[in-house]
């Protein structure tokens, strides 16, 4: 057998859990994996900051299931990981984290670029560790991914010291065992069964852990057997498709919107992989007064707004069809939640035809679901848009619309749609961002032009940090520090080799957005937006009246 040191038992370790890509930046601590990778059948992809890195793993994580791992220096390259390898854990994306370490031999006193990150990442990841000997390497690899993959799925982090990494490595990697399905028990599923013959309006909140779960045939199999309406959080659009009857759209928004209604009439709330992280029950919840059923793979986060009179844990498709078995809701009513789509819909629509310059956040995101097919991806970055996107974009299948609703991390949207783009090279993305948020990773799109991963950045330009200016004039009626200049995007894109637009009227939004998606580069386009809609938004909102 070859000897390998521990750099390169690593990298062996890493081509047995799987993995595709590496992203990161090169360091001077990281010397010897990087040596090691290059005769790996794993493609790094170098990129222009250690943030980008960790959101191209959460994302890539988050689309496949499988852990998107990420590798930067110590010191500085590993602070600069810390908030996408965050975003990756609160999101319940799978990702690794690999950072380079000086030596042991230096640890015990004063060093140059020196930090405790085992202690520094503890808080942000389910599980870190330093290989402190070679040999515990596939430990240390096969650990890091079993935790990083299991519900809920989160970041871990493995830190890496320079003579370590040197070191002549005994050992291989583990072998690898896929987790058994587990089953709820025969009582919770009587008892929910039970609850749901007997409610009269009751409505379903799916989140994220049904994606997570290919729980979506059965999700939406239940639903339409039951007659029972939908509302998704953020990060569970697509679970039921947005064209069915039944679908109530998004629900998450701080503000009343026609979905509260459905909740405030709702006598049984159905969670199906529903995660308190992106939408607190308090929000629909406040009195824990209408009664909630959790079913999901892992047991229920404590709440005071959340306690369930049913917790059905275990594979959530198995125990949707197990609880259908159950159910009798012959002669009951039609849910109070179906009558409320037709107010949602029609809203949608209303948007439809406007031709106001500057544009219409409503707008421009019905234009944009106009030109994207069912399977094609949208990210959203963080910020105003996100609301809107979050309220607005509609999906038939999941994971095509995501966003950030656990951390929500600005800058997140262009290095996810470098992801998606390797994940699925030949469905169209588009990256949806404020300018804020793009100024934040921009210098990743110089990455997408050279390894090749073309799609559309479409920017919300409103000179501003809008979702604070929202919240600053709800609280104070006036805002304060939140507004700044742009560079010209267009001259901005074409520095970079990429093709740049610049809507200035409202009928040319739907061209230009089919004229970038058919570029061979990356495209940038530069959407001015109206954002008086948001405190409109919240003015119509405070109006609604539900008919109970």
Not at 232 to 244: A, D, E, H, R
Not at 337 to 352: M, P, S
Not at 377 to 385: E, F, N, R, T
Not at 479 to 489: E, G, K, R, W
Request: with cysteine.
């Amino acid at each position: 057998m070859v000897e390998l040191n521990t750099a390169e038992l690593l990298v062996k370790c890493l081509e047995n859990e799987g993995v595709d890509y590496i992203f990161g930046l090169p360091g001077e601590e990281n010397l010897h994996v990087l040596q090691a990778l290059k005769h790996s059948s794993i493609q790094f992809i170098t990129v222009r900051h250690e943030q980008g890195a960790a959101f191209m793993a959460d994302v890539y994580g988050r689309l496949t299931g499988k852990a998107g791992v990420c590798l930067s220096t110590l010191g500085p390259g590993a602070t600069n990981l810390m908030t996408g390898v965050a975003d990756a854990n609160l999101d319940r994306a799978p990702l690794v984290a690999i950072t380079g370490q000086v030596g042991t031999d230096r640890m015990h006193i004063e060093s140059h670029q020196y930090l405790d990150l085992v202690a520094m990442f503890a808080p942000v990841t389910k599980w870190n560790a330093q290989i402190v000997r070679p040999g515990i390497t596939p430990e240390v690899v096969r650990r890091a991914f079993k935790l990083a993959q299991t519900e809920k799925p989160g970041a871990v982090h493995i830190d890496l010291p320079e003579n370590i990494a040197a070191m002549t490595a005994p050992g291989y990697p583990l072998q690898k065992h896929d987790l058994e399905k587990t089953f709820a028990s025969f009582h919770s599923i009587e008892t929910a069964a039970t609850a749901i013959s007997q409610a009269k309006n009751p409505i379903i909140l799916v989140g994220n852990g049904a994606i997570r779960a290919s729980a979506s045939p059965a999700v939406t199999r239940f639903a339409q057997q039951l007659n029972i309406p939908v509302a998704n959080t953020f990060m569970g659009k697509g679970v039921i498709p947005y064209t069915s009857p039944l679908a109530l759209w998004s629900v998450g928004l701080q503000s009343r919107d026609f979905i509260t209604c459905g909740f405030e009439r709702s006598d049984l709330v159905i969670c199906i992989g529903y995660d308190l992280v992106e939408y607190s029950p308090k929000k629909w919840n406040p009195d824990s007064q209408i009664p909630v059923i959790h079913i999901d793979a892992t047991p229920a986060e404590v709440d005071s707004s959340y306690i369930p009179i049913a917790e059905v844990i275990g594979d959530i498709s198995d125990s949707l069809e197990e609880i259908l078995k159950r159910v009798d809701r012959q002669g009951k009513p039609t849910p109070y939640g179906l009558e409320l789509r037709e107010n949602i819909v029609a809203d949608y629509e209303y948007y439809a035809q406007d031709t106001e310059f500057p544009i219409k956040p409503q707008k421009i995101i019905y234009d944009l679901r106009k030109v994207m097919g069912g399977d094609d991806i949208v990210i959203s970055d963080v910020g105003a848009h996100k609301m809107w996107m979050a309220r607005h974009y509609h999906c038939e299948k999941p994971n095509t619309c995501l966003i950030s609703n656990g951390f929500a991390a600005m800058g997140i949207a262009i290095p996810g749609a470098i992801a998606a783009k390797l994940v699925y090279p030949d469905r169209k993305v588009v990256a949806v961002s404020g300018d804020g948020g793009f100024m934040m990773n921009c210098q990743e799109l110089e990455t997408a032009l050279r390894i090749g991963t073309n799609f559309v950045t479409l920017i919300f330009n409103d000179g501003a940090y809008g979702l604070i200016d929202w919240k600053q004039h709800n609280y104070f009626g006036e805002s304060a520090f939140i507004q700044f200049s742009n560079p010209d995007f267009v001259k901005f894109a074409e520095s970079m080799g990429l093709k740049g637009y610049r809507v200035t009227q409202t009928a040319d939004l739907l061209p230009t957005l089919q004229e970038a998606l058919a570029q061979s580069v990356p495209a940038v386009i530069d959407c001015p937006v109206d954002y008086r809609e948001n405190l409109k938004f919240t003015q119509r909102s405070g109006e609604v009246v539900c008919n109970i």
